[in-house]
């Protein structure tokens, strides 16, 4: 999960792209934000007195849910960092073998500390009960950790395909078929095709194999996908990592593989020279996100429209609230559900996941903004570099819970409406960011990171020879906080120097050289949120992009358009807000 495009050891600068650590502390970030009000908002009181409650809490109901399901955003940029790290050692001359073994390793220990994390060390492990159970210990359930270390999370999924990836890469490496490219992306394209056709019928024989998997139970009432040790049989046990990865309720590679592939063409593409990367890069990929999000939206529709037909409306709410849950888009999962409803969710979501990566990367890479991005980012980008640990220590904010609580309604763990949930949300940002300001300053050891990185730089002799022998071997975990956050050489995919200018001091011949790709961005981000409810937020951003495109391109139409249309649409955001904040849900008439 390591974005360091150069590993140097002269003291010179890590090249590393903004995008992809930012959206790795974005996705913490976010993931914090959704699951503090999953778990500490008062659902119960709001669905009691829904018809009363303010019109922007049934966006909150729709979208939550939704943003809850991109565990694919950040399979993507995982596996996109891990293949720029591939082809820089490639291109050092590193052998395929070791870096085939350096892959599966480290997937390996991922695996091993992701399941660790369930059941034992993690916000819904025993040290998670723990902190749920704050008002009186003696309630911690600590038989969690006979259980829940096989629940398959997207860690999971991760180092499953950093295993998968990695045994492909080697192969498709061979006799230097690394250095065609074009051939590469092809190939994983194909692969990504090939995991999704076969999804289905690996869920069929999985079900053959095992009897109601993954949502049945054994004749204990334990589900079938997470066996308790001590209860369910050594045969059960042992199979259950292995069936897991195939069938899981979250995020199985069957078919978030694919995704994972696609993240490979993203870091393939990446990793070529700047003037190879095509600038219509972005928009290209973006709308292939395009494509998928529409499609998947109209086949989410279908399926909630079918469920209501066959159910009604409480049950199609129910089930629209487990959106996270890929695997209850499957026919299995209850009869109501149509075949093939996963496909809708899982091209929404990714679909999303992608149109939101190349955004980020149009923003800033291919208008030579990342270093300026990267000052002013540094709190979200914190969160991404032990991303890890950071999500492993989300039991944090039951503590803070468990002391808001308190405050407001003087007893633990009571759920709270809106204004005690966003300082729960607030007071976590705090808590987090001052335990990562202080834990740089040792370099994060003691991390999860940091005990993954310490075995496999003491153990691997690739790595092992990295390091001089006089560098101790608790030293050879540490992250470099210096070259990999504060002093670091950022990658730019566009023309950084003329933009760097005002465009009032550029001589004439300067002028006649802009453009306008600036403008014309603007200009095209403001029209998407204005014409769509969905994007409408981003005529902020477009406003400020035109207000400094006038600067560095002069006034011209585009952002003069922009500017328009970036006011009109944040006028009608805020009459939005405010509408949705006075009138009642009452007034649709749909509860």
């Given at each position: 999960?390591?974005?360091?495009?150069?590993?140097?050891?002269?003291?010179?600068?890590?090249?590393?792209f903004?995008?992809?650590?930012?959206?790795?502390?974005?996705?913490?970030?976010?993931?914090?934000?959704?699951?503090?009000?999953?778990?500490?908002?008062n659902?119960?009181?709001?669905?009691?007195?829904?018809?009363?409650?303010?019109?922007?809490?049934?966006?909150?109901?729709?979208?939550i849910?939704?943003?809850?399901?991109?565990?694919?955003?950040?399979?993507?940029?995982?596996?996109a960092?891990?293949?720029?790290?591939?082809?820089?050692?490639?291109?050092?001359?590193?052998?395929?073998?070791?870096?085939?073994?350096?892959?599966?390793?480290?997937?390996?220990?991922?695996?091993?500390?992701?399941?660790?994390?369930?059941?034992?060390?993690?916000?819904?492990?025993?040290?998670?009960?723990?902190?749920?159970?704050?008002?009186?210990?003696?309630?911690?359930?600590?038989?969690?950790?006979?259980?829940?270390?096989?629940?398959?999370?997207?860690?999971?999924?991760?180092?499953?395909?950093?295993?998968?990836?990695?045994?492909?890469?080697?192969?498709?490496?061979?006799?230097?078929?690394?250095?065609?490219?074009?051939?590469?992306?092809?190939?994983?394209?194909?692969?990504?095709?090939?995991?999704?056709?076969?999804?289905?019928?690996?869920?069929?024989?999985?079900?053959?194999?095992?009897?109601?998997?993954?949502?049945?139970?054994?004749?204990?009432?334990?589900?079938?996908?997470?066996?308790?040790?001590?209860?369910?049989?050594f045969?059960?046990?042992?199979?259950?990592?292995?069936?897991?990865?195939?069938?899981?309720?979250?995020?199985?590679?069957?078919?978030?593989?694919?995704?994972?592939?696609?993240?490979?063409?993203?870091?393939?593409?990446?990793?070529?020279?700047?003037?190879?990367?095509?600038?219509?890069?972005?928009?290209?990929?973006?709308?292939?996100?395009?494509?998928?999000?529409?499609?998947?939206?109209?086949?989410?529709?279908?399926?909630?429209?079918?469920?209501?037909?066959?159910?009604?409306?409480?049950?199609?709410?129910?089930?629209?609230?487990?959106?996270?849950?890929?695997?209850?888009?499957?026919?299995?999962?209850?009869?109501?559900?149509?075949?093939?409803?996963?496909?809708?969710?899982?091209?929404?979501?990714?679909?999303?996941?992608?149109?939101?990566?190349?955004?980020?990367?149009?923003?800033?890479?291919?208008?030579?903004?990342?270093?300026?991005?990267?000052?002013?980012?540094?709190?979200?980008?914190?969160?991404?570099?032990?991303?890890?640990t950071?999500?492993?220590n989300?039991?944090?904010?039951?503590?803070?819970?468990?002391?808001?609580?308190?405050?407001?309604?003087?007893?633990?763990?009571?759920?709270?409406?809106?204004?005690?949930?966003?300082?729960?949300?607030?007071?976590?940002?705090?808590?987090?960011?001052?335990?990562?300001?202080?834990?740089?300053?040792?370099?994060?050891?003691?991390?999860l990171?940091?005990?993954?990185?310490?075995?496999?730089?003491?153990?691997?002799?690739?790595?092992?020879?990295?390091?001089?022998?006089?560098?101790?071997w608790?030293?050879?975990?540490?992250?470099?906080?210096?070259?990999?956050?504060?002093?670091?050489?950022?990658?730019?995919?566009?023309?950084?120097?003329?933009?760097?200018?005002?465009f009032?001091?550029?001589?004439?011949?300067?002028?006649?050289?802009?453009?306008?790709?600036?403008?014309?961005?603007?200009?095209?981000?403001?029209?998407i949120?204005?014409?769509s409810?969905?994007?409408?937020?981003?005529?902020?951003?477009?406003?400020?992009?035109?207000?400094?495109?006038?600067?560095?391109?002069?006034?011209?139409?585009?952002?003069?358009?922009?500017?328009?249309?970036?006011?009109?649409?944040?006028?009608?955001?805020?009459?939005?807000?405010?509408?949705?904040?006075?009138?009642?849900?009452?007034?649709?008439?749909?509860?």
């Amino acid at each position: 999960m390591n974005t360091k495009v150069m590993d140097t050891t002269n003291g010179s600068k890590y090249q590393r792209f903004f995008s992809l650590d930012f959206a790795r502390g974005l996705a913490i970030f976010v993931m914090l934000f959704l699951h503090i009000i999953q778990r500490t908002l008062n659902m119960e009181e709001l669905f009691a007195n829904i018809n009363n409650v303010a019109l922007i809490n049934l966006f909150a109901l729709v979208l939550i849910p939704f943003f809850g399901g991109l565990a694919g955003f950040f399979l993507i940029i995982s596996a996109a960092a891990n293949m720029v790290s591939i082809y820089r050692d490639l291109e050092k001359g590193k052998s395929i073998k070791s870096l085939v073994f350096k892959q599966v390793i480290g997937g390996l220990l991922l695996l091993i500390f992701a399941m660790l994390c369930e059941g034992l060390i993690g916000y819904q492990g025993l040290m998670g009960n723990f902190a749920k159970s704050l008002d009186n210990i003696a309630n911690t359930e600590w038989t969690v950790m006979l259980w829940r270390w096989n629940f398959f999370e997207t860690i999971h999924t991760i180092a499953w395909c950093l295993i998968i990836n990695g045994c492909i890469q080697g192969l498709l490496s061979l006799k230097g078929n690394w250095k065609n490219t074009k051939r590469m992306i092809i190939s994983y394209i194909i692969l990504a095709v090939i995991v999704v056709g076969l999804t289905q019928p690996i869920w069929y024989l999985i079900g053959l194999l095992v009897p109601g998997y993954p949502f049945g139970l054994y004749p204990s009432g334990h589900e079938l996908f997470m066996p308790w040790i001590g209860t369910e049989s050594f045969w059960q046990i042992f199979r259950a990592p292995f069936l897991n990865p195939l069938s899981a309720p979250m995020e199985p590679i069957f078919p978030y593989l694919a995704i994972s592939f696609i993240g490979s063409v993203l870091g393939i593409i990446l990793s070529q020279p700047k003037d190879k990367i095509s600038k219509k890069f972005p928009r290209n990929f973006g709308l292939v996100g395009l494509a998928m999000f529409i499609g998947g939206l109209v086949g989410i529709i279908i399926v909630i429209v079918k469920i209501l037909v066959a159910t009604d409306f409480d049950t199609a709410i129910d089930f629209y609230l487990v959106f996270i849950n890929h695997r209850a888009w499957a026919a299995d999962y209850a009869s109501y559900v149509p075949p093939f409803a996963w496909i809708g969710q899982f091209l929404a979501v990714n679909g999303f996941s992608i149109m939101l990566i190349m955004f980020l990367f149009r923003l800033v890479e291919f208008r030579g903004k990342a270093q300026v991005y990267a000052e002013r980012t540094k709190i979200v980008r914190r969160f991404g570099i032990v991303a890890f640990t950071n999500y492993n220590n989300q039991w944090m904010y039951f503590v803070v819970f468990f002391l808001t609580s308190l405050m407001l309604t003087k007893d633990a763990y009571q759920p709270l409406f809106w204004g005690g949930v966003f300082l729960t949300i607030v007071l976590t940002y705090l808590l987090y960011s001052l335990i990562l300001f202080g834990w740089e300053k040792i370099n994060y050891i003691g991390s999860l990171e940091w005990f993954i990185r310490t075995f496999t730089n003491n153990v691997i002799p690739a790595r092992r020879k990295k390091f001089d022998s006089s560098v101790k071997w608790w030293q050879r975990g540490q992250v470099d906080v210096e070259k990999t956050f504060y002093n670091v050489d950022w990658i730019n995919l566009g023309n950084a120097e003329l933009d760097n200018k005002v465009f009032n001091e550029k001589s004439d011949e300067e002028k006649k050289l802009v453009n306008l790709e600036d403008s014309k961005f603007a200009l095209s981000i403001s029209l998407i949120g204005l014409c769509s409810i969905l994007f409408i937020v981003l005529n902020i951003l477009s406003l400020f992009v035109a207000i400094k495109t006038r600067k560095t391109e002069g006034k011209n139409k585009y952002n003069i358009a922009a500017l328009i249309i970036s006011i009109i649409g944040i006028v009608l955001f805020v009459a939005l807000i405010i509408v949705t904040l006075i009138l009642p849900i009452g007034i649709l008439g749909i509860f």
